[in-house]
């Protein structure tokens, strides 16, 4: 936390840090000075020191003096607190992030699964749209709403990251989760209206036909990006649970090419990681939303006190020299 804070400061004047130089002469000088002072009392042994505690403050004056030097010449080099703050303003997208979330989103083909691969790339993507208001829909035998459209990308961020298993019946309604995302799109004010379905698997049904979902997205102007997520090898088996292991459906990429290019969209088929990721980069991509960014910079001096620090110093060093210090008992 004090590196961040030391990390906005700047000086206006920094070639005032060349005066440092003077501090090591004075130094010098006084040690110096004192020396010959002391081999002076002890050859003529005239004068008997009692090393009582003022003795041993006897140089304190000398070390406010330099720090008070120090202090005038950090005034002079006009220290500043820097705060900048960005405001990014344009005209944003409404994005629904539609993620399948069944029980073969957990297959190992991708690493370390498909539906935390998934959940990386989508959180990635979020953060590239700053103007954007993004929501977020996960379905599996059913559609549920997690975030509605918003600016608090933290947020669906945050939700994104603590998606899990077994909250839903298990199950692959496409249908479903285009329905709630549909939903929540069907009002929003941006300048269009996207939703980016995530999906590895077949329709296994569900309370509302994917064909009919593409007809209530048509007629609410949104667009579709469809994305099949796992290997072309149609017999990758999941995790095993308590009622045994079972065999993934393919994807069905007719119907999902289908429902991206009946809303404009683009279908798109991810088979590892990498493929994952620049698929929604891709995305990104198509679906630009300009915006500019506006920064303020707030500057606070912070020259003053140091000044004042260099005063209290000089005059603690008169005080102790003409009171307590006077003279050496």
């Not at 939303?289 to 140091?306: A, C, D, I, L, Q």
Request: net charge positive; glycine share 6%.
């Amino acid at each position: 936390m004090l590196y961040n804070w030391f990390s906005h400061i700047s000086f206006l004047h920094p070639y005032f840090f060349v005066l440092l130089l003077i501090i090591p002469v004075v130094i010098y000088w006084y040690v110096y000075v004192s020396a010959n002072q002391k081999t002076g009392i002890t050859s003529s042994r005239v004068i008997q020191v009692n090393k009582n505690w003022k003795y041993y403050l006897w140089h304190l004056p000398f070390i406010f003096r330099i720090l008070a030097l120090l202090c005038v010449i950090i005034a002079l080099a006009r220290p500043q607190l820097r705060n900048a703050e960005e405001f990014k303003t344009g005209a944003g997208i409404d994005i629904i992030l539609c993620m399948d979330v069944s029980g073969s989103m957990f297959e190992k083909d991708l690493v370390p699964n498909r539906l935390e691969a998934s959940k990386k790339v989508a959180m990635e993507f979020v953060e590239k749209r700053p103007t954007d208001r993004i929501g977020l829909v996960k379905f599996s035998r059913e559609g549920f709403a997690l975030v509605p459209l918003t600016t608090d990308h933290n947020l669906v961020v945050t939700q994104i990251a603590i998606i899990e298993k077994g909250v839903l019946d298990d199950g692959t309604a496409i249908g479903d989760g285009l329905g709630v995302s549909i939903d929540r799109l069907r009002q929003a004010t941006g300048k269009s209206k996207i939703i980016v379905l995530l999906t590895d698997g077949a329709d296994q049904g569900g309370l509302i036909d994917p064909l009919t979902a593409v007809e209530m997205a048509k007629s609410f102007g949104i667009k579709i990006y469809t994305v099949g997520v796992g290997s072309k090898a149609q017999t990758i088996q999941r995790e095993p649970s308590a009622s045994g292991s079972k065999v993934s459906e393919p994807i069905n990429e007719e119907l999902l090419s289908r429902i991206s290019n009946e809303t404009g969209g683009l279908y798109f088929r991810a088979t590892d990681n990498a493929s994952l990721s620049s698929i929604y980069n891709e995305i990104n991509q198509l679906e630009k939303s300009p915006y500019e960014v506006k920064t303020f910079t707030r500057v606070r001096e912070m020259f003053f006190p140091w000044a004042v620090a260099a005063v209290v110093l000089l005059f603690l060093e008169l005080l102790l020299r003409t009171t307590f210090l006077k003279k050496l008992p």
